[in-house]
Nanobody
Framework: QVRLVESGGGLVQAGGSLRLSCLMS????????MGWFRRIPGKEREIVAS????????YYPDSVKGRFIISRENGKNTVYLQMNNLKPEDTAVYYC????????????????????WGQGTQVTVSS
């Protein structure tokens, strides 16, 4: 059974940086498209990044493009989210997600397409 565990959240001042990590166990990591999502209180869960199985392709919505970077180390079963120039509106619970996929180059946006989720990690950005 796939298990995802996030780490790296915390409190940071506006303009600061954080790096989130997500470790997968229970499955072959390089078989999965990986994504990061966030849930802001009172809003729907939204995607902040997705990365293909081979790491070649990434997706970012406009709200984080140029500030967040997703990467993965298949040898370590880990996906990362580097968050730079953080803003108070980035405050949310961040979740990693995994989708088993046949293509090495696909990224995935809809939350409903992902098969497994972590428990989430809180990121708070103070102004």
């Amino acid at each position: 059974q796939v298990r995802l565990v996030e780490s790296g959240g915390g409190l940071v001042q506006a303009g600061g940086s954080l790096r989130l990590s997500c470790l997968m166990s229970g499955a072959r990591f390089d078989s999965f498209v990986m994504g990061w999502f966030r849930r802001i209180p009172g809003k729907e869960r939204e995607i902040v990044a997705s990365i293909s199985r081979n790491g070649v392709n990434q997706y970012y919505p406009d709200s984080v493009k140029g500030r967040f970077i997703i990467s993965r180390e298949n040898g370590k079963n880990t996906v990362y989210l580097q968050m730079n120039n953080l803003k108070p509106e980035d405050t949310a619970v961040y979740y990693c997600a995994a989708q088993r996929h046949a293509s090495s180059y696909t990224i995935t946006r809809p939350a409903g397409s992902y098969d497994a989720w972590g428990q989430g990690t809180q990121v708070t950005v103070s102004s």
